[in-house]
């Protein structure tokens, strides 16, 4: 029945996760390849893949096999199941041809592995069996209702659904390129409103806005999803269609994230994002007086900016110094601080490791091989500031000395950076969008 399925999902999850830390483990140490580790870090996402579309939030999972259609979730259980056997073979695959550790008594395999390496292998096989158990042609949800057998029938049609999104802000970076690329990166289709800033002060003034502005603020993401069921006799019910509006850039963000895999599922790894997310968004109060030339940021109901708070050519002189001298220099340090530490990221499990591995030395990002919300943040800050930059983040700011303090101090940071400018799919983006060729 479902009960038990839940159950047996959250103990693969767990298998999931061990994996996950020991294969971290590899791209940090020195006796695995260059080719290895690519493979590894291959691994590792496609694992990431398999709890965010299976194991990790396994009550979601029974809703999802009803909305994303049978053949679909069949598919992703496939998709899973071959991640999971490869992710197997790469734990039972020795780095040299004489092995890389003691044999394993009683697991079945012959081949020299370390016992811990052996025990995840069998863990992954078991999760492999758990992803294995959601048969073609059944319905979970069914074995888990006591309704009568008809009633099942009708309550669990396969309905489908189409979900649109519409991502509104004005015709710059901004706030919102952080979301447009994650969408990009999901391959999620999404449309986009370019808003003026005369059509935004009058979207304050009108009756809905509470509705169509509910912060007074872009970026807005609109959200409209249109639901189909079959009745009990195979025929497709009209559609419903739900229309929501979602404002504030960094819930966006998150929420983009969440759907292109692009925010971890872990905790540890989501504290490590949320720190460095919450850092910039520290960093971009400071920001205040430079873009508005005034202590307060605009009002939230009509966008007016307050005469009272207004700064004199001085002190919007002194905000700018401070800024540059202390403020951006103090959060870029702790920013690659923590690119060079493990916290939030598995341990090292390799036994021959004399050296404390850190982040970086597993992949450039914030999450070490894997791309995230954060790395887009820190890109678009960055990049941004750039003294060429077409669409400048911080005006007063973009004069070359950002990139000349990242190269002298931050070397992480930069590595970060130019790991996701350098990223195809970020070049193709960024030609197609802005018209911008690296």
Known sequence: GASAWLDHCREADAFLLDALKVLDGDQSSAKVSAARKKETASVARALERVRVNVTSRPNETLVKMANVGHEEYVRQCDEAKRALEHAVDVLERPFSEDGDGMILDGVGSTRGV???????????????????????????????DPGGSDANKKRCSKPSSTTTYRLAYMD???LAEPTRLALRLGGVPFTETRVSYEDLSLARTNADASTSLPFGQLPTLTVEETVFAEDGDGVVKNGVVKTSVFGQSAALLRYVGR?????????????????????????????????YANALPRDPTSGALSLATALSESQKKGALDSVRDTHFPARLRQIEALLGSR????????????????????????????????????????????????????????????????EKECPRLKRLYDAVRTDARVERWNEERWGIRQ
Request: net charge negative; proline share 5%; with cysteine.
């Open 343 to 406: 916290a939030g990221l598995p341990c090292d499990f390799s036994e021959n490791e004399k050296d404390e591995p850190n982040a970086s030395s597993s992949g450039p990002y914030v999450c070490g091989a894997s791309m995230t919300i954060a790395d887009l943040s820190l890109y678009v800050l960055l990049d941004g500031l750039e003294a060429d930059a077409t669409h400048k983040y911080c005006a007063p700011l973009a004069t070359g000395f950002v990139k000349a303090f990242v």
């Open 114 to 144: 370390s016992e811990r390496r052996a025990l995840v292998a069998q863990g992954l096989r078991r999760a492999r069996a758990v992803v294995s158990r959601v048969a073609p042609n059944t319905d979970v949800r069914a074995s888990a």
């Open 172 to 174: 710059i970076k901004g």
């Open 259 to 291: 759907k292109t895999n692009l925010y971890p599922v872990d905790d540890e790894r989501q504290l490590r994002v949320d720190a460095v997310e919450e850092c910039l968004a520290d960093l971009r109060k400071t920001f205040t007086p430079l873009w």
